[in-house]
């Protein structure tokens, strides 16, 4: 969190996007992607990702180099704890699609995010070579999709830009002459081409060249990409320079093609052309006479599931040609002799020696495999030839030998079985050590990881603080009844006086199937006792004068002299103040995390520039504080801070920057207890670059003149990514702000203001800010509607479907035989009905009666769920909005499915719903692992008999 906060405050300044927590009492639901819109679902209590600021310039000149910054907040209710990334793409309109351009590759951003929490990001990105004209940019969270929302429609915040068109001192790529063969056996060929620069100004840095399989002439997205040429010297304006490869056609065509060579085709240079990159060669290509056949392949009768296993094979070349590609063989285990998706991965075996394999050539390959932790019984072991189909045959069918094999349970259980550590000890170096036995009769082969935690009790959860961790990589494995120590030192975090636990735990996350996963935590009892490290700023300098506005050069000194280290990281910060005491009237200058240990009696000095804000002259203080946020257990608190006096000159007026706002943005109406998008523009109307970064503020006023003490801030955004501004530019910020429920109805005034804390030195003060009026206003309660509808807990399985959820809008009446669910083939299915009121909101909970029922789940099949809007009602007697159109009546109607070992739910049970099944299989309720929606009796076990055979008989099944 430390880390993160630092972040926000150097990227954005303190207070940078300031979101207010609200609920979200209206969930849309979203449709799940692969099955036609047939499963409408919501989550009832997820992460709800939002663009909630963005900051770019006005206009984008094309061949230029922009910089733009952009802040997400999460919304919903739940942490987002996926990995996500963002994205910047250039759009004609404000909806993402893929007409649109990506401007930034996605950008990785945190792994945790907590409700109300937000980051900042920003890049420099290339402008597009595309028309003049209007644009907008479009910042988009989460642009893979990775992180599950309860609304999906809210990631993508728009930017109006304007793009000035290419220069025409621009370069010009063409390809002016290409040679390749006209007909060709599918392989390797040679191509030979020119590149020619006729435009204006040189190529400075690198390119690729690209070359396509295409069906016509002319390139689209849809033409096969066969390679592509790296160029890393300049070219010259007129220049032309001629190259020569090698391109290993793609194995899966034959017929007649153009091969497509597409000067600079990932779009690396600004052209004042970029239509006349293309140049077209016809060629025929014929498969091989090429035939890769497995003949002979071995393997053990008897392997143990997850153990190793020799094996070996054969292949050879029957065809009357070489096999020149470079291919992979793959193994696989299957529960019959065929190949499909459904078969379980093993290992693959890159062949790149000997190739090219000529007519009649073998070669064959012996080792050692690591096979599936699947339930006990009988298998196939499958070896694949050319797997990935890199080489063109003749015959693809005839790639694939089995060999039966039965696979018997392995016997590995890791437990710590011994664990040492200091019995007190300081926050900081200790020496810890662990053994991890292997209690099985059969060795461990695979990669696990230990993790050490400190934690307040003997059972591990969230809230412990992680200590260290050590890797086993399985080589050698760990035999049966063997023991691997590990000894290091460790560095206790400084948490507060007391008795503690460290816990020990191998194979947290459980990458090695055990026979018992619910003894691998020891926990050895430790005291932590008061760090005796001693932090104190024992120099400081600074200048005596300063201007205004202007900048200051300063330095400190930091030194522990306590006896021990200060090993937690902490932040010094530099404030400006009135007098010598620190308080939150006082204004930041510089911000400096200190990540290492500071050994006793040892000290660092840190320097760095600040920019002084443009305050009234006078008699101010700097006040240099380490550990400012106390996260360095200490036996001195007090002499953190030292003071140096600064007498401050009045600013220059005389600057011939001038921040002005204009086209401010605003609803002419709102409602309190909500958040509004606005906007504005701000230029630089002077007659110089910007020279500071500055923060622009949002205030809700009674009148237009701005009262920073009686006025309401409702947020602040750092523009740091927009300075220097050069005179004449503009940039525009897009946020939204938070309303505060509450606020009186009445008419407002939105106040914008740039260099709200007069960082950067103007000439003028008197156009920095800009006003709009907003009316805030009660609004009469709408109808009731169906916010969210569940299938059990909102979980993607469709293994077992045991209830249903459904939250109201509001507190809602529910009469009798109010909801109705129907099977496809007409079956009525009982319902039996249970409700209660949340935060404000009716939820409905309906699980099922009567025939239909299996193990306590719906049969398999399709079903329809209707909401009857005249049988639910709000206190008024509005019915409800069945159908969303913001008028009473109208039904609400939901559709779900349900199939047996669809682990995933996305309609069918494959491969992945097996190895679903395979990490629960044995398991009861209770143990780590235990999936609930695998048990087809509801008997509380996943055991091999019933379970498994009621999960094969699914196997490879589609719901029609």
Request: net charge negative; glycine share 8%.
């Given at each position: 969190?430390?880390?993160?906060?630092?972040?926000?405050?150097?990227?954005?300044?303190?207070?940078?996007?300031?979101?207010?927590?609200?609920?979200?009492?209206?969930?849309?639901?979203?449709?799940?992607?692969?099955?036609?819109?047939?499963?409408?679902?919501?989550?009832?209590?997820?992460?709800?990702?939002?663009?909630?600021?963005?900051?770019?310039?006005?206009?984008?000149?094309?061949?230029?180099?922009?910089?733009?910054?952009?802040?997400?907040?999460?919304?919903?209710?739940?942490?987002?704890?996926?990995?996500?990334?963002?994205?910047?793409?250039?759009?004609?309109?404000?909806?993402?699609?893929?007409?649109?351009?990506?401007?930034?590759?996605?950008?990785?951003?945190?792994?945790?995010?907590?409700?109300?929490?937000?980051?900042?990001?920003?890049?420099?990105?290339?402008?597009?070579?595309?028309?003049?004209?209007?644009?907008?940019?479009?910042?988009?969270?989460?642009?893979?999709?990775?992180?599950?929302?309860?609304?999906?429609?809210?990631?993508?915040?728009?930017?109006?830009?304007?793009?000035?068109?290419?220069?025409?001192?621009?370069?010009?790529?063409?390809?002016?002459?290409?040679?390749?063969?006209?007909?060709?056996?599918?392989?390797?060929?040679?191509?030979?081409?020119?590149?020619?620069?006729?435009?204006?100004?040189?190529?400075?840095?690198?390119?690729?060249?690209?070359?396509?399989?295409?069906?016509?002439?002319?390139?689209?997205?849809?033409?096969?990409?066969?390679?592509?040429?790296?160029?890393?010297?300049?070219?010259?304006?007129?220049?032309?320079?001629?190259?020569?490869?090698?391109?290993?056609?793609?194995?899966?065509?034959?017929?007649?093609?153009?091969?497509?060579?597409?000067?600079?085709?990932?779009?690396?240079?600004?052209?004042?052309?970029?239509?006349?990159?293309?140049?077209?060669?016809?060629?025929?290509?014929?498969?091989?006479?090429?035939?890769?056949?497995?003949?002979?392949?071995?393997?053990?009768?008897?392997?143990?599931?997850?153990?190793?296993?020799?094996?070996?094979?054969?292949?050879?070349?029957?065809?009357?040609?070489?096999?020149?590609?470079?291919?992979?063989?793959?193994?696989?285990?299957?529960?019959?002799?065929?190949?499909?998706?459904?078969?379980?991965?093993?290992?693959?075996?890159?062949?790149?020696?000997?190739?090219?394999?000529?007519?009649?050539?073998?070669?064959?390959?012996?080792?050692?495999?690591?096979?599936?932790?699947?339930?006990?019984?009988?298998?196939?072991?499958?070896f694949l030839a050319d797997s990935g189909h890199n080489q063109a045959e003749t015959v693809e069918t005839n790639n694939i030998r089995a060999v039966p094999i039965t696979l018997t349970p392995l016997d590995v259980?890791?437990?710590?079985?011994?664990?040492?550590?200091?019995?007190?000890?300081?926050?900081?170096?200790?020496?810890?050590?662990?053994?991890?036995?292997?209690?099985?009769?059969?060795?461990?082969?695979?990669?696990?990881?230990?993790?050490?935690?400190?934690?307040?009790?003997?059972?591990?959860?969230?809230?412990?603080?992680?200590?260290?961790?050590?890797?086993?990589?399985?080589?050698?494995?760990?035999?049966?009844?063997?023991?691997?120590?590990?000894?290091?030192?460790?560095?206790?975090?400084?948490?507060?006086?007391?008795?503690?636990?460290?816990?020990?735990?191998?194979?947290?996350?459980?990458?090695?199937?055990?026979?018992?996963?619910?003894?691998?935590?020891?926990?050895?009892?430790?005291?932590?006792?008061?760090?005796?490290?001693?932090?104190?700023?024992?120099?400081?300098?600074?200048?005596?004068?300063?201007?205004?506005?202007?900048?200051?050069?300063?330095?400190?000194?930091?030194?522990?002299?306590?006896?021990?280290?200060?090993?937690?990281?902490?932040?010094?910060?530099?404030?400006?103040?009135?007098?010598?005491?620190?308080?939150?009237?006082?204004?930041?200058?510089?911000?400096?995390?200190?990540?290492?240990?500071?050994?006793?009696?040892?000290?660092?000095?840190?320097?760095?520039?600040?920019?002084?804000?443009?305050?009234?002259?006078?008699?101010?203080?700097?006040?240099?504080?380490?550990?400012?946020?106390?996260?360095?257990?200490?036996?001195?608190?007090?002499?953190?801070?030292?003071?140096?006096?600064?007498?401050?000159?009045?600013?220059?007026?005389?600057?011939?920057?001038?921040?002005?706002?204009?086209?401010?943005?605003?609803?002419?109406?709102?409602?309190?207890?909500?958040?509004?998008?606005?906007?504005?523009?701000?230029?630089?109307?002077?007659?110089?670059?910007?020279?500071?970064?500055?923060?622009?503020?949002?205030?809700?006023?009674?009148?237009?003149?701005?009262?920073?003490?009686?006025?309401?801030?409702?947020?602040?955004?750092?523009?740091?990514?927009?300075?220097?501004?050069?005179?004449?530019?503009?940039?525009?910020?897009?946020?939204?702000?938070?309303?505060?429920?509450?606020?009186?109805?009445?008419?407002?005034?939105?106040?914008?203001?740039?260099?709200?804390?007069?960082?950067?030195?103007?000439?003028?003060?008197?156009?920095?800010?800009?006003?709009?009026?907003?009316?805030?206003?009660?609004?009469?309660?709408?109808?009731?509607?169906?916010?969210?509808?569940?299938?059990?807990?909102?979980?993607a399985q469709r293994s077992m479907v045991t209830h249903l959820t459904l939250m109201f809008s509001g507190v809602v009446t529910i009469d009798s035989d109010a909801f109705r669910l129907v099977r496809e083939d007409?079956?009525?299915?009982?319902?039996?009905?249970?409700?209660?009121?949340?935060?404000?909101?009716?939820?409905?909970?309906?699980?099922?009666?009567?025939?239909?029922?299996?193990?306590?789940?719906?049969?398999?099949?399709?079903?329809?769920?209707?909401?009857?809007?005249?049988?639910?009602?709000?206190?008024?007697?509005?019915?409800?909005?069945?159908?969303?159109?913001?008028?009473?009546?109208?039904?609400?109607?939901?559709?779900?499915?349900?199939?047996?070992?669809?682990?995933?739910?996305?309609?069918?049970?494959?491969?992945?719903?097996?190895?679903?099944?395979?990490?629960?299989?044995?398991?009861?309720?209770?143990?780590?692992?235990?999936?609930?929606?695998?048990?087809?009796?509801?008997?509380?076990?996943?055991?091999?008999?019933?379970?498994?055979?009621?999960?094969?008989?699914?196997?490879?099944?589609?719901?029609?």
């Open positions: 969190m430390l880390i993160r906060e630092r972040y926000k405050t150097e990227r954005w300044g303190r207070d940078s996007v300031r979101p207010v927590r609200r609920s979200r009492p209206h969930r849309p639901t979203r449709w799940r992607p692969g099955l036609e819109g047939l499963e409408q679902y919501t989550l009832l209590s997820a992460a709800n990702l939002v663009v909630s600021a963005a900051v770019a310039p006005t206009v984008l000149h094309t061949s230029e180099t922009f910089q733009v910054s952009w802040g997400v907040t999460n919304r919903g209710t739940e942490a987002a704890d996926a990995n996500w990334s963002d994205a910047v793409y250039l759009s004609k309109d404000v909806s993402l699609d893929g007409a649109d351009t990506l401007l930034d590759s996605p950008r990785p951003a945190w792994t945790t995010l907590a409700p109300g929490e937000s980051y900042s990001q920003d890049a420099a990105l290339p402008a597009p070579a595309a028309d003049s004209g209007d644009y907008y940019l479009l910042f988009v969270a989460d642009s893979g999709g990775d992180q599950a929302e309860s609304d999906e429609g809210d990631n993508v915040r728009a930017v109006p830009v304007n793009l000035v068109g290419a220069s025409s001192s621009l370069p010009d790529l063409i390809v002016t002459d290409a040679t390749a063969p006209s007909s060709a056996v599918i392989g390797n060929i040679n191509v030979s081409w020119t590149v020619k620069n006729q435009g204006t100004a040189d190529v400075a840095g690198y390119w690729y060249d690209s070359f396509y399989l295409s069906t016509n002439s002319t390139y689209d997205p849809s033409d096969t990409l066969a390679t592509t040429y790296y160029h890393s010297s300049s070219l010259a304006a007129g220049a032309s320079q001629s190259f020569t490869t090698g391109i290993n056609l793609p194995s899966d065509l034959a017929s007649s093609y153009y091969l497509l060579i597409v000067a600079d085709g990932v779009n690396y240079v600004s052209e004042s052309d970029e239509t006349n990159n293309v140049r077209a060669v016809p060629i025929t290509l014929s498969v091989p006479n090429v035939d890769l056949v497995v003949t002979a392949a071995d393997a053990p009768a008897t392997a143990k599931a997850g153990g190793p296993a020799a094996v070996s094979w054969t292949v050879k070349n029957q065809g009357t040609d070489a096999a020149s590609a470079s291919w992979t063989d793959g193994v696989y285990l299957s529960a019959d002799d065929k190949y499909d998706s459904f078969d379980s991965y093993v290992s693959s075996f890159y062949v790149y020696n000997p190739s090219p394999l000529d007519p009649g050539a073998s070669y064959s390959r012996n080792p050692t495999i690591t096979l599936p932790a699947v339930p006990a019984g009988s298998y196939y072991i499958l259980d890791l437990e710590v079985t011994a664990a040492t550590a200091p019995a007190t000890a300081k926050p900081g170096p200790v020496e810890i050590s662990w053994t991890v036995k292997n209690q099985g009769t059969d060795p461990v082969a695979g990669y696990w990881t230990d993790y050490v935690y400190l934690s307040r009790d003997q059972t591990y959860d969230s809230s412990d603080r992680y200590v260290t961790s050590s890797s086993h990589y399985g080589n050698p494995p760990l035999g049966a009844g063997e023991s691997s120590t590990v000894t290091l030192t460790a560095n206790l975090p400084g948490l507060a006086p007391g008795d503690y636990y460290l816990l020990f735990i191998a194979d947290q996350y459980s990458n090695v199937s055990e026979t018992d996963e619910i003894n691998n935590t020891r926990a050895v009892p430790i005291t932590l006792t008061a760090s005796s490290a001693d932090l104190a700023v024992t120099a400081a300098d600074a200048p005596a004068t300063a201007r205004a506005g202007g900048p200051v050069d300063i330095s400190w000194t930091i030194e522990n002299r306590g006896p021990d280290a200060a090993t937690s990281g902490w932040v010094d910060a530099v404030y400006l103040s009135t007098d010598q005491t620190h308080n939150f009237s006082d204004q930041y200058l510089a911000v400096w995390f200190v990540s290492s240990p500071l050994a006793a009696d040892a000290s660092k000095t840190y320097s760095t520039s600040a920019t002084l804000p443009t305050v009234a002259a006078g008699q101010y203080y700097l006040l240099f504080i380490t550990d400012v946020g106390s996260n360095q257990a200490e036996t001195d608190e007090i002499n953190n801070l030292r003071v140096v006096p600064i007498t401050i000159e009045a600013a220059d007026t005389s600057s011939p920057v001038d921040l002005a706002v204009a086209n401010a943005s605003a609803p002419a109406s709102a409602s309190p207890g909500q958040y509004v998008s606005v906007s504005w523009v701000v230029t630089n109307v002077g007659t110089d670059s910007s020279d500071a970064t500055w923060m622009d503020a949002v205030y809700l006023s009674s009148d237009a003149t701005l009262d920073t003490a009686t006025d309401t801030l409702l947020a602040t955004i750092a523009t740091a990514s927009q300075s220097p501004l050069p005179d004449g530019r503009s940039y525009i910020v897009s946020m939204d702000i938070f309303l505060p429920a509450g606020t009186a109805a009445g008419d407002y005034h939105l106040l914008f203001v740039t260099n709200s804390g007069e960082d950067q030195a103007e000439s003028s003060r008197a156009n920095n800010l800009a006003d709009r009026m907003i009316t805030l206003a009660t609004t009469a309660a709408p109808a009731p509607t169906l916010s969210s509808f569940t299938v059990n807990d909102g979980e007409g079956t009525v299915v009982g319902l039996v009905e249970s409700s209660q009121v949340v935060d404000g909101q009716t939820v409905v909970t309906l699980t099922f009666d009567g025939a239909g029922i299996v193990g306590g789940s719906l049969a398999d099949g399709r079903y329809t769920l209707t909401a009857f809007a005249d049988r639910i009602h709000d206190a008024t007697g509005q019915s409800l909005d069945g159908d969303g159109d913001g008028t009473p009546a109208g039904d609400h109607i939901d559709h779900l499915f349900r199939l047996f070992g669809d682990a995933d739910g996305d309609g069918d049970v494959d491969n992945k719903d097996y190895f679903a099944f395979r990490t629960t299989a044995g398991k009861q309720s209770g143990d780590k692992g235990f999936l609930w929606f695998l048990d087809s009796n509801g008997d509380g076990i996943v055991d091999l008999a019933t379970d498994y055979a009621a999960f094969k008989t699914q196997n490879r099944k589609t719901l029609a």
